[in-house]
C-alpha cells in the first residue's frame, strides 16, 4: 500500500487548494493546506479522512450555517479546472457528504447525490456514496437508479458500483445485505450496458450478492439469459464465478454443467510431504461413463490447515471440457504454496479433491511444512 498512500500527497493537495482558492476565495483554505505537512506514514484511507476533516473545518467556518451549500458551489466551480482530479477527490466527496449529512435540509442530500454524480467522473464516488446509502437507502437508491439512462459510463457505473453490498474499501451498508431485491432493479438495467467498464461492475454486484442471496442471484442470471445480448453470457459467468466454485446447482445448470456420469481415477499426488516454499503436482483421469456428451466444470479444493487444528477449504479452478461418450482425458496441474499477507501456511495434515460439476471426487492427503525464517 505504499505507492497508493503517495496517491494524496503534499503536491496534490497544493494543487487542491490552488484550485478552490481560485473558485472560493472567500474561504480559509488554511486547515486544508496545511494538511500537506501532516502526511507523514499515514495510510491511504487516513489521509482521505485527515484532508477531508479539514475542508469541513475550513467550509464551516465560512458557510456560517450553510456548510453543505458553501462546499457544493465551491467544488462545483472547480470542475472548470482540468487539474481537479485524481485520488484527492476523495476527501472532497467525503467532505461534501459529511456536510449533506449534517444539514437539516433534506434537499442538500439529494443535490449531494448530484454532486457525486458530477464529480464521479473525474474520480469515482463509489466510497463517498456509501454513508448515504446508509442514511436514507429508499431515498438514495431511487435516485441512483435514474443514473442507469445517464450518458456518462462513469455515472452509470456509479450506479451499479457504489451500491455493492460488500464493496472493497468502503465501508458495509446493512440495507443492502439485509435486502438483496433492493438493487436488483440497477443490476437489470445495466447488464446489456454498451461500456464493458460498466458490466464488469455489474457482474461483480452480482457475485457479491451471492455470498448471501444465491437463489436470487440464480433467478436473475436466468432473466438475463433469456433476454440476451452478445456481452451477456460473460456477465452471467463473471457473476456466477463464486456460485460455480461452491458447486451450487442451480448456476451449473445454467451455464450447462448438468450433473453427469463420469468416472475419476485420482488424483494422484508427486509427494507426500511438501515444504513451503514449494510446488505439488497432481494428476487424474476422467471417463464420460454416460451414454451422451457431458459439459464438465473441472475444478479442485485445498483443504488447508488453520492454526487451530482444523481445516478450511478453497476452490481453484482447472478448466471446463466436453467428453464424448465413453472419452477419457488426462489432466494433471501444480499448485503453489507460498507464504503471503493474504494467506499464511500452517504445518499439518492438508488434502486436496477433486470437484466436477459441483459434486467431489476423490481425495488425496499430503503433510505441508514450514520453514522458520532466520534471524
Known sequence: MGVMNELIDPPAIATLVGVLKETSPG???????????????????????LVARALEADISEAGRGEGYTTAARSFRAALQFPEFTGWVLWPVSEAAVSLALDSAALEDFDDCLALLAELTPRLTGEFAIRRLLARNPDRALAA??????????????????????????????????QRPEATLPILDALYRDSSEYVRRSVANHLNDLARHAPDAVVATAGRWLGAADKNTAWVVRHGLRTLIKKGHPGALALLGFTPASVAVNGPRLDQETLTVPGELT??????????????????????????????????????????APGERRSLSKRHAFRQMTTRVHHPGLHALELQINGAVHGRAEFLLETVQAET
Not at 28 to 35: I, M
Not at 145 to 167: F, I, K, M
Open 27 to 49: 474561504v480559509p483554505w488554511e486547515r486544508t493546506a496545511a494538511t500537506g505537512a501532516e502526511l507523514g506514514d499515514l495510510n491511504l484511507r487516513a489521509r482521505t479522512d
Open 144 to 177: 441512483i437508479q435514474e443514473w442507469t439512462a445517464n450518458p456518462d459510463e462513469h455515472v452509470r457505473r456509479l450506479a451499479s458500483e457504489g451500491t455493492r453490498p460488500y464493496l472493497p474499501w468502503a465501508v458495509r451498508v446493512p440495507a443492502l445485505v
Open 282 to 323: 497432481f494428476a487424474f483421469e476422467i471417463s464420460n461413463s454416460g451414454t451422451e456428451e457431458v459439459k464438465l466444470a473441472v475444478d479442485y479444493l485445498v483443504h488447508y490447515q488453520k492454526a487451530n487444528g482444523s481445516q478450511s477449504a478453497k476452490v481453484f479452478k482447472i478448466s471446463t471440457l466436453a467428453l
